[in-house]
């Protein structure tokens, strides 16, 4: 198969969850390549996302790491399969590759769970309060650039996939800009938690039990053990999905989401914030 030059986040993903079960099965890449009857550099590729890898592949390599569950094979297959392209790529080469494969992420995940400490989900923010946001970037960016992400941000906000944010209230008390921006901001909230698929839940500041935590994304996958969480970092996101980690986040989550308003009361509470603004 042509090589990749920059394989996007779901398929690195592809490549480390084989990669994952030839080792747990106990092979190396030699003798995994040996059971395809190709060479050692084929394996790696596949696993390192520079190359795609076919259904039947797929399937051959579950059959010889001897991988009996049936719908996470089910899912790789999917995932080696599919060939959407979709809206995000229109910004590929104008916008760095961390913006792509979030909204890849979102657009294949099932359901998209977010805390939120500093600032309102960029699923929920309205323009003036993203273009805040990026404009308070350092160094500044070009122009160009600024309203390509704000027209990504945008972009970002039409899916349709259940969603739980949790924001504290420091998210919804900073002003990124001025009083004008963070009502518009709060009026938004208050209107998007009446939508069917969105849960929003506040967490004011005199809540007990609410230890330090970061900023998050965790998006389902089909399957658990395909799930990602998403973190902020100075360069881009940072993509994590390992089991380990996974767990530890899942009950992170909600851990934050047992100590949060309900979402009544929530709306509440915003609606208050915004009065005194």
Known sequence: MVQRREP?????????ELRRLREAAGLTTIEAAALLGVNRVQITHIESGITGVSEQRVRRLASHYACTDREFIEALVSMATDRTRGWWEEFRGLLPTPFLDLSELEHHARFLH?????YVPGLLQTEGYARAVFSSRLPELPHEELEL???????RQKIAIPYKALIHEAALRIRVKDRATSRAQLARLLELSEAEHITLRAIPFDLDDFAASSTMTYAGGPL???DTVVLDAPHGSVLIDSEAQLNIYRTRFHMVEAVSLEPNESRDFIHRLAKEL
């Open 149 to 155: 992400r704000i027209q990504h941000r945008k972009a």
């Open 8 to 16: 996007t986040a779901r398929q690195l993903r592809l490549g480390v």
């Open 114 to 118: 977010h805390v939120a400490v500093l």
């Open 224 to 226: 658990p053990k395909l």
